[in-house]
Nanobody, 121 residues
Framework: QVQLVESGGGLVQAGGSLRLSCAASGRTFSRYAVGWFRQAPGKEREFVAAISLSGGSTSSADSVKGRFTISRDNAKNTVYLQMNSLKPEDTAVYYC??????????????WGQGTQVTVSS
């Protein structure tokens, strides 16, 4: 069993930065890849980025490439999403999830409660 808690969301102006954290409890966290997903009002949930068990492999959506960076610290049971050059279209609730590291939400077994990110123009 893994419990995930996101933090670091907030209101930021376009062009600004935020760093989201996903803190996990449970001794098996390092056995899971972790993904970040987001969902804007009226839209479907979409994949943002994922990182492998060791942190040696990452993937990200084309819409955030070059702006968002995912990383993890297994000693701290935490995964981070550094978001730079934020745009109003990045406004959404951001969720972290533990699972297979794919771009499909169905590949993840555990989800956090989400953290709101709002980017003003």
């Amino acid at each position: 069993q893994v419990q995930l808690v996101e933090s670091g969301g907030g209101l930021v102006q376009a062009g600004g930065s935020l760093r989201l954290s996903c803190a996990a409890s449970g001794r098996t966290f390092s056995r899971y890849a972790v993904g970040w997903f987001r969902q804007a009002p009226g839209k479907e949930r979409e994949f943002v980025a994922a990182i492998s068990l060791s942190g040696g492999s990452t993937s990200s959506a084309d819409s955030v490439k070059g702006r968002f960076t995912i990383s993890r610290d297994n000693a701290k049971n935490t995964v981070y999403l550094q978001m730079n050059s934020l745009k109003p279209e990045d406004t959404a609730v951001y969720y972290c999830a533990a699972g297979d590291g794919s771009r499909r939400g169905a590949g993840y077994d555990y989800w956090g409660q989400g953290t709101q990110v709002t980017v003003s123009s």
